[in-house]
């Protein structure tokens, strides 16, 4: 995908097809009222007739008309005027793109109004164009036999009509959006494997792949003897039922001076989560193959910050492993020592992202970060609390934390603080070992980010739950590739580009 800015006249934009916005009241958009002269007032027509009633998400495709010198027109609906704003024009763009893709259209030039600058600037508009044709266009890996589809035919968008002073800024997001939609399918794509084919041994191949790619990165894999040797006991319990062995992989993109404290992420790469012998019930559990979409949010930041060559230097660690019942598997009742000396009883084996992220946080140290982040597919009590519109973000540094749930809402990847004081940690005592790995029904996601929190004592350090934002369930079925949006917004922030 070729992305670019125009800033002709909306007739005689260089494209095949040009992308104009239509209100719920029958009121053209700019652009369209621009085009409807030369059209001697077909698109007013339209409109008032209420053949093309203005709603958010319709598209009309007006076929080759005269005067146009054989360019397309795509209406597409900005819904009510009162109401508009970014919200509202993301859908009309996402509308427009899925209608382009349907099409032989190879270039399109939008012309949509856009928001208030207040609410989109100039750099965000460039970037939301870009992060939006690509996440739309986006396909998944095709494992079915047959005819395979065509992939669409739209290879070039052109974002405008901009004044000039503008087209420099804009094409410095849509640069930014296009290589977060890439990082986005790169965590997509890993997402949505089956748990049979993305391994853990098959994450650290890819991470390999990445490393080839690109000079600024480097990876190392610890293979299971490894894993022994660093006291990774936690890691290893939940591995210990399963065929599949497990890796921690550690991805450097050295981005500045060698000298400069890295930030760390780290991510929960279960590629398959039955829950160990607190077995998961049947209803739905295939979806526990995205339980690795930490881990794939992960490796799509350090491509990300490879492919802009970000100023910074960050470290990427991935605990991958798979959680299955099995006669050696770690039993509820076993207590075993993690990495950082703490004992830890395991009362249900199914809260097994935390015990991978204990070892792979205790490992962050040696990094001496600046701040460390994990994510993780942590707690079905975050969808509960938070449903799938707000990732669960926690930790012990506010200004950090405050940092990532504003990165969020700049990326339209929103994130939600929940409270993380010291009562909750309480919830997870034992009488047997140092702490518990769960802490009872209530609070569920807040009990498990304490339990992060008592692996991540002295560091700067936030968690963002993405049970429910990393994939979505029915028709449309897949990895949602959040909550790499947000992290590329908090690299580019904390890079200061
Ligand atoms: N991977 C799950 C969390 C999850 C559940 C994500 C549903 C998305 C949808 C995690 O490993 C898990 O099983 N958590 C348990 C913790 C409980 C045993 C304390 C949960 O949420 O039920
Ligand atoms: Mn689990
Ligand atoms: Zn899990």
């Not at 164009?129 to 047959?146: C, F, H, M, P």
């Not at 009883?345 to 792979?360: F, H, K, P």
Request: glycine share 10%.
């Amino acid at each position: 995908m070729r992305f670019e800015t125009w800033s002709t006249s909306v007739e005689t934009a260089n494209a095949d097809c040009v992308v104009v916005g239509v209100f719920e009241d029958g009121e053209l958009g700019a652009a369209a009222k621009e085009l409807d002269g030369k059209l001697e007032g077909s698109l007013s027509r339209i409109a008032s007739h209420g053949d093309f009633p203005g709603r958010t998400g319709e598209t009309m495709l007006l076929g080759t008309l005269p005067r146009l010198a054989g360019r397309r027109v795509l209406l597409s609906g900005l819904g009510p005027r009162k109401s508009f704003g970014r919200r509202a024009w993301r859908k009309a763009l996402a509308a427009a793109v899925a209608a382009l893709g349907r099409t032989a259209i190879r270039s399109a030039a939008l012309a949509l109004d856009r928001p208030p600058a207040e609410e989109l600037d100039d750099y965000y508009y460039g970037r939301a164009v870009a992060e939006i044709t690509g996440s739309t266009l986006y396909r998944i890996n095709d494992l079915k036999t047959g005819k395979k589809p065509k992939p669409p035919a739209l290879v070039r968008v052109l974002a405008g009509p901009l004044a000039r002073a503008s087209a420099r800024t804009v094409a410095r997001g849509l640069k930014h959006g296009h290589a977060i939609a890439q990082a986005a399918a790169v965590q997509r794509n890993l997402g949505n494997l089956p748990g049979n084919i993305c391994t853990p041994r098959y994450l650290a191949q890819q991470a390999r792949v990445l490393a080839r790619k690109y000079r600024s990165l480097r990876v190392r894999v610890l293979d299971e003897a490894a894993l022994r040797r660093e006291h990774m006991n936690c890691l290893l319990a939940v591995a210990q039922g399963s065929a599949e062995p497990p890796r921690l992989i550690v991805i450097e993109h050295r981005g500045a001076r060698p000298g400069r404290a890295p930030l760390v992420l780290v991510g929960k790469g279960v590629t398959f989560d039955a829950g160990g012998i607190s077995l998961k019930p049947a209803a739905d559990m295939d979806e526990m193959k995205y339980d690795m979409s930490g881990a794939a949010a992960v490796i799509a930041a350090l491509s990300f910050a490879a492919e802009v060559a970000l100023p910074l230097n960050v470290v990427g660690i991935v605990g991958a492993v798979e959680n299955m019942p099995d006669g050696k598997a770690v039993k509820p009742g076993d207590i075993i020592t993690s990495s950082s000396g703490q004992t830890v009883e395991i009362l249900n084996t199914d809260a097994e992202g935390r015990l991978v992220l204990a070892d792979a946080l205790h490992y962050a140290r040696r990094f001496k970060p600046a701040a460390v982040l994990d994510m993780a597919t942590l707690t079905g009590a975050c969808v509960i609390a938070l449903g799938h519109h707000h990732s669960g973000a926690f930790g012990n540094d506010e200004a950090l934390v405050r940092e990532l749930v504003e990165a969020g809402a700049r990326a339209d990847d929103p994130a939600w603080q929940l409270p993380l004081t010291e009562e909750y940690a309480e919830q997870l005592t034992s009488n047997f070992a140092d702490f518990a790995n769960i802490g009872g029904r209530a609070a569920g996601a807040i009990t498990a980010a304490a339990f992060l929190g008592k692996f991540t004592r002295g560091l700067s350090w936030a968690h963002l739950d993405i049970a429910g934002t990393a994939w979505q369930s029915g028709a449309n079925k897949g990895s949602t590739g959040r909550p790499t949006p947000l992290l590329a917004d908090f690299l580019l922030h904390r890079a200061g580009v």
